[in-house]
């Protein structure tokens, strides 16, 4: 098994984690500091009413003596829930108690809270001031408490501070038991990457599913598709190899016996023939490596990508090329197409598609005596659309006699190029014909595809070499 390169996927997902905990965790130290400043303030005000309910009660009858405390005595203190508080008592003008001397700058308050600025020593505090009027026979008395609002702050401090530091004994703790965690969860992960790693394309397997989690079984079938697929790919590359050796085998042995012949034998006849038969050999296992070089050439510049291929045009220009060709062997090329108003359109690569028809259609002109018909067909109906090539002769190899072909026989590179194309467009490659006056037949199909749009008119529908058929759908060259 290969080294693991890069970050491990626990790590990744524990520090995405301890990035979101630790955001929670400031998320909760704020609102825990403004909870704690809504707290103080509430028992402030508390406090402060409480206050001064007790001291409107309070039995007061002689004026207020001098301030044994300073307002300094008003600042925060250390202890966060000790909240000092200054008190005035009025009895109707006559000031009874002043506990901090605080009557000269807070003067005479209204009914009610009220936060008011206060200078001490230099230092601006903020205090909060509750003032409370009770009747008391015929006069009035008034309380006045003070607090300040410093020591509330002091109190929502300690309480956001009491409730976040908990969290720097939790979350070191949390920390680990995560690591663990996702190291023993994602160990089924691991696991089925090991078993990934070990397949072996070369020897077809697949991942057993009783040992899957739920949670894998669609990446476990689409492995095994996979390797489904590839199994198949390499099994179509093996008969492709095996079909092109088998293509070059017979020249190339011709051509080691036929040179024997010409360098030992002494009889000029015999070795002009067999040099005839060289040459000939030779000119076919070139035209054997150029099919093969004109495949990859085509693949090559196909790329990846599919696009829509016109089989109307496809045939047109396929047919056009080949015009000559047949015209000079004597055999009458056609092109008929059943949907002769309409485009008849497959997703497919075009240079490839060109490559599979121009083989068919070479196969079936070299191969065939004078005064063959050869017809390609482009049609769209129910069941699907495709382009064929059908000839009413079988076609022979380059150093034989004509020769019957059978569906499955597979004669000549050209043919197996074009049923290649045909697997990789998704296409059914069709060897049967489709009625006695066409008893060879290569045909592409596509199911459950439709013609798409109307084809504006070609002059190739009218345009002949040897007659021209009555039907607006068929054109001979």
Excluded at 292 to 320: D, I, K, S, W, Y
Excluded at 324 to 338: K, N, P, S, V, Y
């Amino acid at each position: 098994m290969k080294p693991l390169v890069g970050t491990p996927l626990w790590r990744h997902l524990w520090l995405w984690t301890m990035a979101a905990m630790g955001l929670t965790w400031l998320t909760l130290a704020a609102m825990a500091y403004l909870v704690g400043l809504y707290e103080a303030d509430e028992i402030s005000d508390g406090q402060l009413a409480a206050a001064a309910q007790l001291w409107a009660q309070a039995p007061l009858s002689s004026p207020a003596p001098p301030a044994r405390q300073s307002r300094d005595d008003l600042a925060p203190e250390r202890h966060s829930y000790e909240q000092p508080i200054a008190v005035l008592v009025w009895q109707g003008d006559t000031l009874l108690l002043d506990s901090h001397g605080l009557q000269t700058q807070l003067g005479t308050p209204a009914a009610g809270y009220l936060t008011t600025s206060v200078e001490v020593h230099g230092e601006l505090h903020h205090w909060r001031v509750f003032t409370l009027e009770v009747a008391q026979g015929t006069s009035q008395r008034r309380v006045t408490t003070v607090m300040d609002l410093d020591a509330r702050f002091e109190l929502g401090r300690d309480i956001a501070l009491r409730l976040a530091r908990p969290a720097f004994i939790v979350l070191p703790l949390v920390a680990l038991l995560l690591a663990w965690t996702l190291r023993r969860g994602l160990m089924p992960w691991q696991q089925l990457s090991q078993r990934i790693d070990a397949l072996d394309p070369f020897n077809p397997q697949r991942l057993a599913t009783d040992r899957t989690f739920a949670d894998f079984s669609s990446t476990v079938r689409a492995i095994n598709a996979l390797m489904d697929r590839l199994a198949q790919q390499m099994q179509q590359e093996r008969d492709f190899t095996s079909d092109i050796a088998h293509e070059l085998r017979t020249p190339l042995t011709s051509l080691a016996l036929q040179s024997h012949v010409a360098i030992t034998s002494t009889d000029p006849v015999q070795r002009t023939q067999a040099l005839h038969t060289v040459q000939s050999q030779a000119l076919h296992a070139g035209n054997v490596l150029a099919q093969l070089l004109a495949f990859a050439r085509a693949q090559r510049q196909a790329g990846p990508e599919v696009e829509p291929v016109c089989l109307n045009h496809l045939g047109h220009q396929t047919v056009a090329e080949h015009a000559q060709a047949a015209h000079e062997r004597g055999q009458d090329l056609a092109l008929e197409t059943t949907a002769p108003d309409a485009t008849v359109t497959v997703p497919g690569r075009p240079l490839l598609l060109a490559l599979a028809l121009r083989n068919l259609l070479d196969n079936a002109i070299q191969h065939n005596p004078p005064g063959t018909q050869i017809q390609v067909d482009v049609w769209a109906d129910a069941q699907g659309c495709g382009i064929s090539v059908s000839n009413t002769h079988a076609p022979r190899p380059a150093d034989g006699p004509t020769v019957a072909v059978s569906a499955a026989s597979g004669l000549g590179l050209g043919l197996i190029l074009a049923q290649r194309i045909a697997a990789w467009h998704g296409a059914q490659w069709q060897t049967h014909p489709t009625d006695a006056g066409w008893p060879i037949r290569f045909a592409l199909f596509w199911p459950h595809q439709r013609p798409s749009e109307p084809m504006p008119p070609t002059n190739a529908d009218s345009t002949t070499n040897s007659g021209t058929n009555s039907n607006t759908d068929r054109s001979r060259v």
